[in-house]
């Protein structure tokens, strides 16, 4: 079972800068009939920091929304709204923009369409990628948002005028992370090994998944390690919700091969200052659990 909570309540506890911000994506999404999900490390904050009191190791002031669009016009319309509403497009990338909230901090969103207007290539690439138009030279893999909006959690952040948006669960993230980490460059990938991290570091800060690790026999099998057992968890939830074939492209891409397992293990401990056995242990335990038949 995923015992994570389909609902959180977080008011009085995110920046007002960062509550406006989601109210006036909120305001525009909703005007345009655009479901969408937020994602990242404000995804990670919002529920492991901010709704059960993890520590906080990385800040961040990039806010990552997914949208669930059928066309690129959708996609055009919400940005105008939100350029008319303050927004300043990013000069190089079409899908980022930023904001000064009214404390003047700045912030960046990334807004990142997925749903029916994605190409589905599995036959020769397994991906499931978008192309910005007109020249379509940007091309994302945006495999596993369709999985992590539909298992997401409903958070209220603001009581009056109330709010509630959706944010990505642990197990969300944490397949998204792994693909991210797949398609991005060295550099920036070590953010998403931190984040793998960090999201099995953390997870047992959740009293239903602490009670699960104990009751449900993960403590046990991982010889009373929390750590094992949490990455054992997250793991086990990460696979139930994934789809078939997000499923085979991590299997696929990631454990099947040794040299990018490797290279995410030498990722984690690096940014960590943890050993590479530390590394490798946690990142085995997932592997096992994906590859795990049902």
Not at 179 to 185: C, D, K, P
């Amino acid at each position: 079972m995923n015992t994570l909570l389909k609902t959180l309540d977080i008011v009085d506890k995110l920046p007002d800068g960062l509550v406006e911000l989601y109210q006036i994506v909120d305001e525009h999404t909703t005007a345009l009939g655009i479901p969408y999900l937020v994602v990242g490390a404000t995804a990670r904050d919002i529920v492991l920091v901010h709704g059960y009191n993890a520590n906080i190791e990385r800040g961040t002031r990039d806010v990552d929304f997914g949208i669930q669009v059928q066309k690129w016009e959708q996609f055009d319309q919400l940005k105008t709204r939100l350029l008319e509403s303050g927004f300043v497009q990013h000069k190089d990338k079409i899908h980022q923009l930023n904001m000064i909230d009214s404390n003047n901090m700045p912030w960046e969103i990334d807004i990142v369409p997925f749903g029916e207007i994605a190409q589905s290539t599995l036959d020769n690439t397994n991906h499931i990628e978008i192309a910005w138009p007109p020249e379509q030279d940007f091309v994302m893999n945006v495999m596993g948002f369709s999985e992590a909006f539909e298992n997401a959690l409903t958070v209220k952040i603001a009581e009056t005028p109330e709010l509630k948006i959706k944010v990505a669960s642990p197990a969300g993230m944490l397949i998204l992370k792994l693909i991210s980490w797949l398609e991005r460059g060295s550099e920036i990938r070590k953010k998403d090994a931190t984040d793998i991290y960090y999201l099995v570091k953390q997870y047992a800060k959740i009293p239903e998944v602490l009670n699960a690790l104990y009751n449900q026999g993960f403590m046990e099998t991982q010889n009373y390690e929390e750590l094992a057992a949490s990455a054992m968890k997250i793991a086990q939830d990460a696979k139930r919700i994934a789809s078939p074939d997000t499923v085979a492209f991590i299997n696929e891409r990631l454990f099947a091969g040794e040299r990018s397992a490797d290279n995410l293990v030498l990722d984690i401990s690096r940014s960590q200052q943890i050993t590479y056995e530390e590394a490798e242990k946690v990142l085995n335990i997932i592997k096992r659990e994906f590859e795990i038949s049902d």
